[in-house]
């Protein structure tokens, strides 16, 4: 054999040691980004909080502001009746004054509520109560002169100034008490304002420090994957010459991808609750900023739910990929063509465009898992769709030839197409051969595709041309007639 048993050894512990780093890697950089994205959610809960706080007293200043008016109206009305009452003794326009009488403690007792932690303002109301006492016992005075005695009587009371006095009175220390809410609450805005500032600030640097460091550990997943899969293919070209090592070792491969599988949805599923907590308190934010959000505020806001939102499309495709590799495989004999045009009518449905010629070969027959060969024409059809999407006659096709000597189905268009010297790199994950200002993707659906074809035994390969069109030519294994 082309190696003996110790350098078997030493390239098994290699490896070994080589898989115990990476994995241990992967988890540092996953546990430094979840600490990251729960530290800043952290701050941007406090910060959003105080903010809260703030709001909460600058509304409270302006009821007191509001009751204090309410205080000052209840005092008016009760002089505004009696006045009415004493010019022309008609007993109607003794309802504001019966109803001032009746509103005054009530607004009294509101506004004591309101400042009750404020000895000031207490102070205040204190004096506002003698003097509406006084007032108020003016008035009734005068009105029941007016009703004995008649008007020159009761007049010969208003012109001493007392009641006009006490009204005075009154309304410098309402206007006292206004001055101090005033002032605090010029006070508690500029508060709130730095507050809202703060928490700005807070949203927008864990948002993006997040999107970083899970984009940084998605990386490492994808190159992750990509040394797996060198080193699976470094071992078959070395299969004639180390049958029983190479069997060993493709063993331990296959276990170590199905951990990194299991890993990857593990990750996938944990990386969701972040992502769910940038974006929701980056909504709660801009709710609660709403009007006053700057341009350039506003554009960091839909950074990072943009960001949000890719990464979850990441997770769902990872997610995706991993199910085709572990779900149980089901074969069955069924009408591949009507699938075919399900698939390519609900894809026109979703995405209207003026000029599409549908063709679909009738009749076709399948032998394979029907939900996979699902999932397989769904990506294979919207990317034919997609990428024949900027043609003014669009043609997506779907058929049979004869290829390598059996018969192959395949999907055609005559959109973008692409280098063929880039063919390659087509069915692995997270390549992509345009950017995503040409065409959106996340890179997986092909990856996807070449799953599913080889869990049914099967080929997949492209032929395209650039600006010219491509097809995808795939087999599911046994044919129905055989």
Not at 88 to 108: A, C, I, M, V, W
Not at 322 to 344: P, Y
Not at 416 to 437: E, T, V, Y
């Amino acid at each position: 054999m082309g190696l003996d048993y110790l350098q078997l050894r030493a390239e098994r512990a290699r490896l070994a040691r080589g898989k115990v780093v990476r994995e241990t890697g992967l988890l540092v950089a996953f546990v430094v980004a979840v600490l990251v994205v729960a530290v800043g959610s952290l701050f941007s809960y406090r910060n959003t909080e105080t903010l809260i706080q703030r709001s909460r007293w600058v509304a409270h200043t302006a009821e007191v502001l509001a009751s204090l008016e309410r205080l000052m109206s209840t005092v008016k009305d009760s002089e505004t009746g009696q006045r009415g009452y004493l010019l022309t003794g008609d007993e109607k326009y003794l309802l504001p004054y019966n109803r001032g009488q009746s509103n005054f403690p009530t607004s009294l007792r509101e506004c004591r509520r309101l400042v009750v932690d404020n000895p000031a303002q207490q102070r205040s109301l204190d004096e506002i109560e003698s003097l509406a006492k006084e007032k108020m016992a003016e008035l009734s005075r005068t009105i029941a002169v007016r009703r004995v005695e008649g008007f020159e009587a009761a007049r010969a009371i208003v012109v001493t100034d007392v009641g006009r006095n006490l009204m005075l009175g009154i309304r410098q220390e309402i206007q006292v008490m206004g001055d101090r809410e005033r002032s605090l609450l010029a006070a508690r805005s500029r508060i709130a304002e730095a507050s809202e500032v703060r928490a700005k600030r807070n949203v927008v640097f864990s948002g993006i420090s997040g999107v970083v460091l899970l984009a940084a550990l998605f990386t490492l997943v994808q190159r992750s994957l990509a040394i797996n899969e060198r080193r699976r293919l470094e071992q078959a070209r070395a299969a004639h010459d180390l049958e029983r090592q190479v069997e060993e070792r493709t063993r331990e491969l296959k276990i170590a991808n199905e951990e990194l599988e299991a890993f990857s949805y593990s990750v996938s599923h944990d990386l969701r609750a972040p992502l769910r907590s940038i974006n929701g308190f980056t909504n709660l934010l801009e709710e609660d900023l709403e009007g006053r959000l700057e341009p350039a505020e506003r554009s960091h806001m839909d950074r990072i739910r943009a960001g949000t939102k890719k990464m979850s499309g990441l997770i769902d495709d990872l997610l995706a990929l991993s199910k085709v590799s572990r779900s149980e495989l089901h074969r069955e004999e069924f009408d591949i063509s009507a699938m075919a045009d399900r698939t390519l009518r609900d894809i026109s449905e979703r995405h209207s465009r003026t000029s599409a010629d549908i063709r679909v070969e009738p009749g076709l027959r399948a032998a394979a898992d029907p939900g996979l060969v699902q999932i397989l024409l769904e990506n294979l059809l919207r990317n034919a769709w997609k990428f024949s999407g900027k043609r003014d006659h669009a043609v997506v096709e779907f058929g049979t030839v004869q290829a390598k000597g059996v018969p192959t189905f395949f999907v055609r268009d005559n959109g973008a197409g692409f280098p063929m010297d880039k063919a390659s790199s087509l069915f692995l994950p997270f390549q992509r051969l345009h950017s995503d200002k040409e065409f959106e993707g996340t890179g997986i659906g092909l990856a996807i595709c070449h799953r599913v074809v080889l869990r049914h035994g099967g080929e997949i390969w492209a032929e395209a041309e650039e600006d010219k069109g491509a097809t995808f030519y795939f087999t599911l294994g046994p044919s129905p007639e055989s």
